[in-house]
């Protein structure tokens, strides 16, 4: 039987964006087929079925959010400077694009992540990867912030996170650039208080 070929990381980047604007169960196998460029036994081949393709856009979802976060980070010279940047691009996000409004990991955890176990313990993987992430941002000794305690770390993580979250929900109803850009002001003051 021959393999098929294909840009793995195009065919999941087209399927993350068909699961973020229809949600898993409105998203059908023709519809994948049309977005990735795969014929259905392809799919079947590559990924089992229709989970397995969200998955790994799960997967390629996390990998593209992390690199596109630390090369945010990389350029920082202060914390307060690599928070106002992430918040900054999350603000611009929830302005611009309709479908980058939304974050295919919470998006799944709404619709599908209690039901499915497997489905569950990605995102839970992933939303700590997430955390770690931004912990580490508050672990790193800047010039502009004292050292910080593994504990006080990880509740400005959480905090921080939370604030995202809550941001890019406001905006799928309240896409006010205003008062998006308020709220990360806030954020971001909340987040430097000792």
């Known amino acids: 039987m021959r393999t098929a070929e ?40 590559a990924f089992k079925n229709k989970k397995g393709l969200l998955l790994a856009a799960i997967e390629q979802y996390q990998a593209d959010r992390r690199a596109h976060y630390q090369q945010l980070f990389e350029n920082s010279t202060s914390l307060r400077c690599a928070l106002e940047r992430f918040l900054q691009d999350l603000t611009n996000e929830c302005v611009g694009d309709e479908s980058k409004k939304v974050c295919l990991l919470t998006k799944t955890l709404n619709e599908i992540g209690e039901q499915d176990k497997e489905i569950q313990s990605a995102l839970s993987t992933h939303l700590q990867q997430f955390e770690s992430l931004i912990k580490q941002q508050f672990l790193t000794p800047w010039p502009d912030s004292e050292a910080m305690s593994e504990e006080a770390a990880t509740n400005k993580a959480r905090f921080f996170i ?4 809550g941001i890019r929900t406001y905006s799928a109803t309240q896409c006010n650039s205003a008062e998006l850009q308020a709220l990360a002001d806030q954020t971001l003051a909340a987040s430097l208080t000792p």
């Open 6 to 45: 294909f840009n793995r990381e195009s065919v999941l980047r087209n399927a993350m964006q068909a699961f973020m604007t229809y949600g898993y169960n409105k998203t059908s196998m023709p519809k994948l087929t049309e977005v990735t460029g795969l014929h259905p036994g392809s799919i079947y081949c």
């Open 162 to 165: 939370m604030c995202v979250y």
